[in-house]
């Protein structure tokens, strides 16, 4: 670039860019505040002005974006990356979350690709010091001003995480590949000089301010979906936390501006390196992770205290919804499962992230249980509902599945055995089944009884109970009880004879010819293998003297056991028996 003759000087063109438009806006403003700030009242601090200007840049627009899936696989690039803090427990845990997140993360992708791209050229180019890292800031925050603060920050953390990733990869594989090691040397990157010590500590002051800042980003997107209209609290005390969202969301970006410039500087590290430059470097890391920490720590109580309120006033709603003259089943639905979350169900045979509105018209049934759901309990319910919705036009119901975990965290076994079920499942199942507030467990367990056994809760069309748990008439009867009331269910009782057939109920094929042919059967279980022994040699005693009797073994509810037994049946030819499966369906 050549030298050009102004006003007496010879001076450098400057390339207007985004960020020198800024630096030049800056120190105009800068001159303008030594003068301002004299008029200005006492109490008026450099806080106040970097908020006005922050708040300037953001004008956001009706869209939304679902950043969940993105911030979980931000989280696993991050976790992936050879650090000896990361333990085995935390990779398990981003395993079991990824598949999941598979759902929506190819929508948020899709919406958010050439944005995080853009985003990630901006904070790579960015020189050092605080001039460069504030107009930088400055310029993301307007090129994302039509967004949200929780998506500002997921976009920014995922340009910095594809910067991140790629700068461990190359790392990790350019003693073994041939094509990393090349990039490696394309991008200066060679061993480093600098004392090991000394790099490590540098990695590690990098790897902590990432997690906080990824945790200040999690605790905004809580923020963002809190009913505040459960809070009792003046205008004064509700604009405490958006203020520090505000805040937040600065020092988050100008982190991540920060981590962007040293990763670089990381990649061309040469072996003239200084000690006292990595240091340096070092401090800066370890003095925005501080500073990060403890707004996170403001916003975490905050929120805290907040969801507090609000799930007491949750709680106080529930109550109050099913006493009301006019129900209002969406409003129900909504407080149980939608306060975190407007869209909280998963629609199992489609894949597909729903709103409250699909359960909108129909019958609902609300599935409680635990996580580890009998595989053959579920079997038979399928069973059993078989040819309800679907072939019945008289018969309209919806299921929704809500597992609940042992305890409020759940762990990666939960995660796994949860994304398991929902493969099978043909119902509806909450999406994110730890977003449940503790409210409605709460509920759940003192006002319908739920104590870790499944239960169905049946609401009609306009919210009304008509069953606080129809379990035991659906896997009696099936679609036979629709609608699920107990009056419906007492009918059926009334009307129904105790006989083989009511007990078996189409179960084995073998055992229904039988009953045809109006044949004597025996049913009988026990895990006591000398007492099944004794019983059979004394039928095919009696069988031999021409009253033939058919023996079918069903098992016991002590299923270990009954599993094992099954195996000498086989072997010794006892009597007929039902296979594991339908032992286990038989006795639920």
């Known amino acids: 670039m050549g030298m050009e003759y102004y006003n007496g000087s010879w001076i450098v063109p400057i390339r207007w860019t985004r960020v020198n438009i800024y630096i030049y806006m800056d120190m105009l403003i800068s001159k303008v505040h030594s003068v301002q700030m004299k008029q200005l ?14 708040l300037q840049t953001h004008l956001p627009d009706d869209s939304t974006v679902d950043s969940a899936p993105l911030i979980h696989l931000i989280e696993s690039i991050l976790h992936a990356a050879p650090m000896p803090s990361i333990n085995k427990l935390n990779r398990e845990e981003i395993q079991a979350n990824s598949s999941k997140y598979d759902i929506g993360l190819t929508s948020s992708i899709k919406t958010l690709a050439w944005t995080i791209n853009r985003i990630a050229s901006e904070i790579l180019q960015s020189g050092s010091g605080n001039q460069f890292l504030h107009a930088t800031t400055m310029a993301v925050l307007e090129l994302l001003g039509s967004h949200s603060w929780s998506t500002k920050l997921v976009i920014v953390l995922a340009g910095l995480a594809i910067a991140y990733g790629d700068f461990w990869l190359i790392m990790q594989f350019r003693s073994t590949n041939c094509l990393a090691l090349s990039i490696a040397t394309l991008k200066g990157q060679r061993n480093y000089m600098t004392p090991r010590n000394l790099f490590e500590l540098r990695l590690k002051a990098l790897r902590y301010l990432l997690d906080k800042m990824v945790s200040v980003t999690k605790c905004i997107l809580e923020f963002e979906v809190l009913h505040l209209n459960y809070v009792n609290l003046g205008h004064e005390e509700m604009a405490v936390p958006k203020t520090q969202i505000h805040k937040a969301s600065y020092w988050v970006i100008r982190s991540a501006v920060e981590c962007a410039s040293q990763i670089t500087s990381l990649i061309a590290l040469n072996f003239e390196s200084k000690e006292s430059n990595v240091i340096a470097a070092t401090w800066e890391l370890w003095s925005l992770a501080c500073k990060v920490s403890d707004m996170n720590g403001h916003l975490r109580k905050q929120y805290d205290e907040f969801n507090k309120q609000i799930e007491k006033n949750v709680f106080s709603s529930l109550l109050q919804s099913f006493e009301d003259n006019q129900l209002d089943k969406q409003k129900i639905l909504r407080t149980l499962f ?24 129909e019958e609902v049934i609300i599935f409680i249980s635990s996580v580890e759901l009998c595989l053959e309990e579920l079997l038979l319910l399928e069973q059993q509902l078989d040819n309800g919705p679907h072939y019945g036009s008289e018969i309209s119901f919806k299921i929704v599945w809500v597992p ?7 762990s990666a076994d939960e995660r796994k055995t949860f994304h398991e079920m929902i493969d099978i499942l043909p119902w509806y199942s909450l999406y994110e089944p730890s977003n449940l507030s503790s409210s409605a467990i709460q509920f759940f367990q003192e006002v319908w009884q739920y104590q870790g056994d499944p ?20 896997s009696i ?5 629709y ?22 109920d189409d179960l084995d094929p073998i055992i229904s010819y039988w009953i045809e042919d109006r044949r004597n059967i025996c049913i009988y279980g026990s895990d006591d293998l000398r007492w099944i022994r004794e019983l059979t040699n004394k039928m095919n005693k009696i069988n031999r003297y021409g009253k033939f009797v058919e023996l079918v073994y069903v098992g016991s509810k002590y299923r270990e ?28």
């Open 41 to 54: 009242h006492i109490g008026t601090s450099c806080d106040d002005i970097l908020m006005k200007k922050i």
């Open 338 to 361: 939608a306060l975190k979350d407007e869209c909280p169900l998963l629609d199992c045979l489609s894949n597909k992230k729903v709103g409250i509105d699909v359960l909108r018209e």
């Open 404 to 410: 609940i975990a042992k305890s409020a965290q759940w």
């Open 455 to 474: 239960l169905m809760v049946v609401l009609d069309s306009e919210g009304k109970i008509k069953s606080i748990n129809a379990i035991n008439a659906i």
């Open 477 to 481: 009867w099936g679609t036979k009880a």
């Open 483 to 504: 609608p699920f009331s107990v009056s419906r269910e007492r009918d059926l009782w009334k009307e129904q004879s105790w006989t083989v057939e009511f007990l078996v």
């Open 561 to 588: 056991q009954t599993r094992d037994i099954l195996s000498i049946f086989a072997k010794e030819n006892l009597s007929s028996f039902l296979s594991f499966t339908k032992i286990c369906m038989f006795w639920s």
